[in-house]
């Protein structure tokens, strides 16, 4: 039975429930994390607390819990639900008030915190790699939040599945900026390349790592603005996210990518990313190296 935290108290999740007058049910007024697990261990916390706190100020929503406190919170949450690797979810909402799109005063936030299995990255990942397609970005201007309101990535999410993708590229004014819930990269001649952060996207804590990485191992990297065009012609092609780690792109709006297999320069990077979380499983959260 997976134990939850909501609001204080720790209990099987069948237990958990809040008020339906939420700001979250009734608007979406929330954000949110999603934190792997790697042998217990939460893996890049402090960049997931601070990416947190910067989502809560967007919003103009006090940040409940002190970072000890956090820390303290999600630690138990783990420890109670012992099933091997796990993704934790954490949302914040502005509470429960009658609705009315103006901020409520005097009102608590709904913290809730859930864990649930990691599943592991299919084997044939490395021989076949996935599809993507394009679409346009019809998602709000302000991205670089982690907001629980999805609909729109939901509604594009659904659009690759039916056309056999497993992702969406979102391209907004002839940039391609990031996936429904990816970061991208590209490499091309040998140089990686990600968009750089703003407004468009969300600035993903696994993009971050890859280009920590990508820095200690030497690989030539930098971040700049992706075109259709660029995007069309790389020779790789990835996404990224903190629970499908780093994805090989093989076949974008039904072309091949590169030569139809994962590349060289995945295949070394996703070494790498391995070697770094078993270093966490055996020794905890460590700089790049």
């Not at 999600?74 to 993704?87: C, F, K, M, P, Y």
């Not at 954490?90 to 409520?104: C, E, K, M, S």
């Not at 990691?118 to 044939?124: H, I, N, T, V, W």
Request: aromatic fraction near 6%.
């Amino acid at each position: 039975m997976s134990i939850v935290y909501l609001n204080g108290k720790f209990l099987p999740i069948e237990q958990a429930t809040v008020p339906v007058m939420d700001r979250g049910f009734i608007f979406g007024d929330g954000v949110y994390e999603v934190i792997p697990v790697y042998g217990g261990r939460l893996f890049r916390l402090e960049q997931h607390l601070e990416r947190l706190a910067r989502s809560l100020a967007e919003i103009r929503l006090a940040d409940p819990l002190s970072p000890a406190e956090w820390r303290r919170c999600l630690q138990e949450v783990v420890s109670r639900n012992a099933h091997g690797d796990q993704s934790v979810y954490v949302q914040i909402t502005r509470g429960a008030a009658p609705r009315d799109h103006a901020f409520p005063k005097d009102v608590q936030p709904t913290v809730f915190i859930a864990s649930s299995p990691l599943k592991s990255l299919p084997a044939e990942l490395a021989e076949h790699g996935v599809a993507a397609i394009t679409l346009q970005d019809i998602r709000w201007q302000r991205c670089d939040i982690k907001a629980i309101t999805l609909l729109a990535n939901i509604l594009l999410r659904q659009q690759a599945v039916d056309h056999g993708a497993v992702e969406a590229i979102l391209v907004r004014d002839g940039l391609a900026n990031e996936g429904t819930a990816s970061n991208l990269f590209i490499v091309k001649n040998g140089v990686l390349v990600t968009p750089p952060k703003g407004s468009y996207l969300l600035p993903g804590i696994t993009r971050d790592l890859i280009l920590e990485l990508a820095a200690v191992q030497d690989i030539p990297h930098r971040e700049a603005c992706i075109s259709v065009t660029e995007l069309e012609s790389a020779d790789e092609v990835w996404l990224t996210s903190s629970t499908r780690e780093i994805l090989p792109v093989t076949e974008l709006d039904g072309r091949r990518v590169g030569n139809g297999k994962p590349g060289l320069m995945w295949r070394r990077m996703m070494a790498v990313y391995q070697d770094y979380k078993q270093l966490v499983r055996e020794r905890g959260e460590a700089p790049a190296q």
